[in-house]
């Protein structure tokens, strides 16, 4: 009995060797009882040191698209005067089907909205709906898509649009402002979007909006 139990105590003290001799390491999940359980590293995360997300680096651009288009504004706009009576800001869409948008070009007109705003211009939301609709539980809605829902007409004298199209591992973006009385360019503004997992997935709903039984699309008057 004693010659076991000091083969036990060899054995037990052979393995704390061991396992102070090896590398030290964070293993997940660990051992429960006498079942083996297959010990696997943890995940270290890294932050980039420029962004904090990839979301940010997006607003980041669309803030320098803003920035672009206000410094090449055509100088036929004397004191900006062409874009006082204010901006309509449209999706963006595919360069290669205009009718067809995502996630992306449509994040992106909601980013150059806010940014054009910041920077003094007035901004018109075709959206907003002529009523609020509450909805129970959920909240309450100020802006629709639904044409019995919005204005059927807006004063803006331009309007921000552009397109997008993959090129490689990059998503080129060309954005501008044009006149919407003459169609004249007022501003023009290129940025180039890596096409990491962010952006990617944004890309991934593209569609385009199918006709309307009549086969005419919905329409928004400008007044100019």
Known sequence: ????????????ALALALA?????EAFW???????????????????????????EKISRQARAIASDLVSSLSRDCPGYGCLADGIVVTSFVELKNLSRTSSFGRYLGE??????????????EIRKSREVMIAGRFGEYGLSRDPAAIRTRVSATAMLTGTYTLAG????????MVDNRSGDLLASAVSIFPLDPVV??????????GPEPSGVLYLKKLEM
Do not use: C
Not at 20 to 24: E, G, I, Q, T
Not at 202 to 208: I, N
């Open 20 to 24: 102070a001799a090896a590398p030290a």
């Open 1 to 12: 009995m004693q010659h076991r139990a000091v083969s036990l105590w060899a054995a037990l």
């Open 169 to 176: 591992d990059s998503v080129v973006v060309n954005a501008r």
């Open 111 to 124: 980013e150059l909205m806010g940014e054009m705003q910041r920077l003094g211009y007035r901004v018109v």
């Open 29 to 55: 999940p660990f051992p429960l009882g006498g079942d083996r359980v297959e010990r696997k590293p943890l995940v270290r995360v890294r932050i980039p040191g420029d962004y904090s997300t990839a979301g």
């Open 200 to 209: 990617e997935s944004m890309l991934a709903d593209a569609a385009a909006p």
